[in-house]
Nanobody
Framework: QVHLVESGGGLVQPGGSLRLSCAASGSARRMYVVGWYRQAPGKQRELVAT???????NYADSVKGRFTISRDIIKNMAYLQMNSMKPEDTAVYYCNGRFSPVGGPDYWGQGTQVTVSS
């Protein structure tokens, strides 16, 4: 089975930057699709960014131009670089990955807290 572990969250001031990491382990092999999601208190979990094995990216409108999703194939890790952060970026951020070409299950990490505050 697959385990995903997020790290890199913490407290940052508005306008600052953080980089989140997502490490895959266990039976995980190639990460075909990776996504970052976030959930703020009282809100539903929402898509932040996705990255396919072919390199296609998709971003939520709220983070376009500020966040960048990337992947390290050798390390089997994914990242979310967050720049120009805003208080509304405050949420628990989750990594999601699919490790099969088609039809396989998705796996979720435990989440990492990101707080943007002065």
């Amino acid at each position: 089975q697959v385990h995903l572990v997020e790290s890199g969250g913490g407290l940052v001031q508005p306008g600052g930057s953080l980089r989140l990491s997502c490490a895959a382990s266990g039976s995980a092999r190639r990460m075909y699709v990776v996504g970052w999601y976030r959930q703020a208190p009282g809100k539903q979990r929402e898509l932040v960014a996705t990255l396919t094995s072919g390199g296609s990216t998709n971003y939520a409108d709220s983070v376009k131009g500020r966040f960048t999703i990337s992947r390290d194939i050798i390390k089997n890790m994914a990242y979310l670089q967050m720049n120009s952060m805003k208080p509304e970026d405050t949420a628990v951020y989750y990594c999601n990955g699919r490790f099969s070409p088609v039809g396989g299950p998705d796996y979720w990490g435990q989440g990492t807290q990101v707080t943007v505050s002065s």
